[in-house]
């Protein structure tokens, strides 16, 4: 509309720039291209000279973040134009005293805002009527923000979708989530490959390979899993702002296996790191300098032709200079432990003698269980809950009792989480599943390089290197076992590197060796998790 109140002389040609701003909440708003055009009709029709457009997109005016009004801001402290041309006084500010502050702030500057759906003179009676619009702009504002966050919290108290709705989950009709099958079938396979350590990297370029894309429509990478990982919802928990409701949406995996995942993601930290196949050491964090007790450690290095070696190192030879111990090929080494495990393993007697063990083993592991005791801690916890909430039923609300709420249900999180991890750990495997395992085990390749991970990581414990002799100390868990053999390469290659590893004890002496049945019983904990 025109501006009356001044005369075109003042105004005609004058430099003018726009600003424009859409919130994307808002469902009434006028888009960005909207509000323009509007705006540069009331330029033309003011003989107004437009310089420059500034635009905030989907930004709230509940807050003064918006990089592109700061940027006007700043143009106008240069003295770049005279006019603002705005849509309505709502774009100016996020509330009534935040856009009256904009508007001064700029009049200090010399330049004067003008509305295209607003027509304010520039005396007392038009700026009075300014400030009673932006008081109605705020009003609106707070109510609207009070409608959403109503409607959001009636959302959820019936379970129903708020916001985004994740991977592996759509909206339905309801309003509530529902699963979505081919999303919901790579999550649990994710779980799955994550509760047997596998490498988020290695998971990630897999889905790649098969054209699997993430939420977003990219690829996966390291990143993609953790957020993913940790997320409730896959187990069947509702989750918004403070809600938290149990069974309230679709599960897609089961308690069980998000806890397995949970306690990998905590003592495994390697499932996160950047996988290197060439470059991997089996036997990182297991294997000791015979010598002197010192861990040895991958390191590689290449020759003049170009060829690539790996290789193992005493750590104190390394970094001391004291220990005489020759390094070692990696793959030779690597080899020897895997031959030596299978060749044990394939004994029947001690296929036998383990299937009884690990009946023992369980039998052992259920009696000493703590799941009665954390189901009667979560009775006293779930009996303080109900009694507090029938004070606050009565009226007895305080600061006390909403902190003593909180940390009850805190308490009863906790030990729901324990239960279910106890739970876990004594799954009911019967005999033939573990025989049937075993004989799956034996058929593997030894000279594949994930078939000797796989027999490296279940059964050795600590691998302790001599010159002409190689002690291998299996898991256990009665008395210690340790089976040798000869042991004759040596490479001595030199270079630098590291590789991280862990300290265990010192090499086992003369006395405590055994080449006699070799006792695996520890991992067959872990394979209750794996079968």
């Known amino acids: 509309m025109p501006l009356g109140s001044l005369r075109s002389s003042d105004i005609h040609g004058a430099s003018a720039v726009i600003y424009a701003r859409y919130s994307s909440h808002s469902q009434r708003d006028a888009s960005i291209e909207q509000q323009v055009a509007e705006c540069q009709k009331f330029a033309a029709a003011n003989h107004l000279t437009v310089i420059s457009v500034y635009a905030d997109r989907a930004v709230s005016g509940r807050t003064d973040r918006r990089a592109e009004f700061q940027k006007l801001m700043r143009d106008a402290s240069k003295g770049l134009f005279r006019y603002v041309i705005a849509w309505k006084s709502s774009r100016l500010g996020r509330n009534m005293l935040e856009a009256m502050i904009n508007d001064a702030r700029l009049r200090e500057l010399g330049v004067r805002t003008l509305y295209a759906e607003e027509d304010f003179d520039d005396t007392a009676a038009g700026r009075f009527a300014l400030r009673n619009m932006m008081n109605v702009n705020q009003f609106y504002s707070e109510n609207m923000a ?29 309003g509530k989530y529902t699963i979505d099958p081919k999303e919901a079938a790579v999550v649990r396979e994710i779980f799955e490959r994550v509760s047997l350590s596998e490498p988020f990297v290695d998971i990630g370029a897999d889905l790649n390979a098969r054209g699997i894309k993430t939420a977003s429509g990219g690829l996966w990478t390291k990143s993609s899993f953790q957020n993913l990982l940790l997320n409730e919802r896959y187990r069947g928990v509702y989750l918004w702002g403070t809600t ?40 990182t964090g297991k294997l000791f ?9 991958g390191l590689s290095g290449t020759s003049r032709n170009g060829d690539k070696y790996y290789y193992y190192v005493c750590q104190k030879k390394r970094t001391e200079k004291t220990c005489k111990k020759k390094n070692v090929r990696r793959d030779f080494l690597e080899q020897q432990v895997a031959d030596a495990i299978r060749s ?5 007697e001690y296929v036998d003698w383990l299937l009884e063990g690990y009946e023992s083993f369980v039998a052992d592991n259920r009696a000493h269980s703590l799941i009665q005791a954390y189901e009667s801690e979560l009775s006293d916890v779930n009996r303080a809950l109900k009694n507090l909430v029938s004070a606050i ?54 000279d594949s390089r994930k078939y000797q991970e796989k027999l490296i990581d279940t059964f050795v414990h600590a691998v302790y290197l001599y010159d002409d002799e190689l002690r291998i100390v299996c898991n256990y868990t009665g008395q210690a076992s340790t089976v040798s053999i000869p042991f004759s390469e040596v490479d001595a290659l ?19 060796t055994n080449q006699g049945a070799v006792y695996f019983l520890g991992p067959l904990f872990v394979l209750v998790h794996r079968l």
């Open 289 to 297: 300098c015979g010598h002197c007790g010192s861990p040895m450690i």
């Open 344 to 348: 044990i393993i394939m004994q029947p």
């Open 146 to 174: 009070e409608d959403i966050r109503r409607g959001m919290h009636d959302n959820a108290e019936k379970c129903r979708v708020n916001g985004k709705v994740g991977y592996g989950f759509r909206k339905g009709e309801d």
């Open 494 to 512: 030199g270079s630098s590197g590291s590789c991280s590893y862990k300290l265990y004890t010192g090499s086992p002496k003369e006395s405590q």
């Open 244 to 283: 938290r409701v149990e069974g309230g949406i679709p599960r897609i995996i089961s308690d069980v296996l998000f806890y397995r995942v949970q306690e990998v993601l905590k003592t495994k930290k390697h499932v996160r790191g950047r996988h290197v196949a060439a470059g991997e050491y089996l036997l």
């Open 393 to 446: 039923e009565q009226g007895l609300v305080s600061q006390t009792t909403r902190e003593r709420l909180s940390e009850l249900e805190k308490q009863r999180r906790d030990l729901e989480i324990q239960i279910k991890l106890e739970q876990a750990a004594t799954l009911d495997v019967t005999r033939e599943q573990i025989e049937a395992w075993l004989k799956a085990f034996i058929k593997g390749e030894v």
